[in-house]
């Protein structure tokens, strides 16, 4: 079972994060950051991951600490647990609609982290969530994780659904490119390495 445990202190947070990669969509999130924790339980109901993440930051400052480390952790947890990378599939893609607004993410299990975000909100915040928050997310888990990740909101207006059509599509395209297949028994490239 591809399960980890991660736990990252700062003077700015202090973060406790339970990943496993083959479960079954058990969310227990609380970051102090309700935005982001519901971002988060759509990530591992969607994914199939069970998550527990407890996070204590600095939120009389703003949300951005807490946010981005959560980010740091979450990448650190998706790096352990996948540190084996024998014959999983490697590559994931889903395009994901939630109402109005339409989603694709693809991702590269490859150990070469690079990011791409095409994604204009409407608003800079939902609720008191500022949704340049989620770049930042993204940017700390695909640093952390190594992974190749590149998210393309295609059209939306609503900037909470294009929110979660990110997280549903960030969920079920990991979910995809970390399963393993029965078919391949190497590291899935032809260097024999990644």
Request: charged share 20%.
């Amino acid at each position: 079972m591809r399960s980890v445990q991660v736990n990252r202190t700062t003077n700015e947070t202090d973060i406790s994060i339970s990943l496993t990669i083959d479960g079954s969509g058990k969310a227990d999130i609380n970051t102090g950051v309700g935005f982001l924790d519901h971002m988060l339980t759509l990530w591992a109901v969607h994914g199939l991951f069970d998550l527990k993440i407890d996070a204590k930051g600095d939120l009389h400052v703003d949300y951005h600490h807490t946010v981005e480390d959560v980010g740091i952790g979450l990448g650190m947890a998706i790096a352990r647990t996948m540190k084996d990378l024998t014959g999983i599939n490697r590559y994931g893609l889903q395009i994901i609609p939630m109402e109005e607004a339409l989603c694709e993410v693809a991702i590269d299990f490859c150990n070469r982290p690079f990011f791409v975000f095409n994604c204009t909100f409407p608003t800079e915040k939902i609720g008191a969530f500022d949704t340049e928050l989620v770049e930042e997310f993204l940017r700390a888990v695909v640093v952390n994780s190594g992974i190749t990740l590149h998210v393309n909101v295609r059209y939306g207006k609503n900037s909470h659904h294009i929110a979660e059509a990110i997280f549903k599509a960030l969920g079920r395209a990991m979910d995809q490119a970390t399963m393993v297949n029965k078919n391949v028994n190497r590291v899935p490239s032809s260097k024999g390495v990644l």
